[in-house]
């Protein structure tokens, strides 16, 4: 019913900048908080940054200053603008939101599919 596709990743130098983008698409009546989580071989996933459906933004402290998190309430859809980027970025990036779906169904939250980043050293 709600699908959520990324798309950006890639590979880059360190010091370089990637732009990935999210939308969700479906039967979609209201989406509360969009974020971006990533996971690098052998570690957890981890929250990398959040926007409510408000505006508010809160990041990682390894990415404060660094990564930008916006969204178009309009379109169902998240960005995330990553620049300076090191070599421990590297990780596949996931877009996660909490939404509603038309009907009596309550609020659920749903994961893409993942985007690879690699930045090179």
């Known amino acids: 019913q709600v699908q959520l596709v990324e798309s950006g990743g890639g590979l880059v130098q360190a010091g370089g900048s990637l732009r990935l983008s999210c939308a969700a698409s479906?039967?979609?009546?209201?989406?509360?908080?969009m974020d971006w989580y990533r996971q690098a071989p052998g570690n957890n996933r981890e929250l990398v940054a959040i926007?409510?459906?408000?505006?508010?933004?809160s990041y990682a402290d390894s990415v404060k200053g660094r990564f930008t998190i916006s969204r178009d309430n309009a379109k169902n859809t998240v960005t995330l603008q990553m620049s300076s980027l090191k070599p421990e970025d590297t990780a596949v990036y996931y877009c996660?939101?909490?939404?509603?779906?038309?009907?009596?169904?309550?609020?659920?939250?749903?994961w893409g599919q993942g985007t690879q980043v690699t930045v090179s050293s």
């Open positions: 926007i409510t459906s408000s505006g508010s933004t």
């Open positions: 996660h939101a909490l939404i509603k779906v038309a009907g009596p169904i309550g609020w659920s939250a749903y």
């Open positions: 479906g039967s979609i009546f209201s989406i509360n908080a």
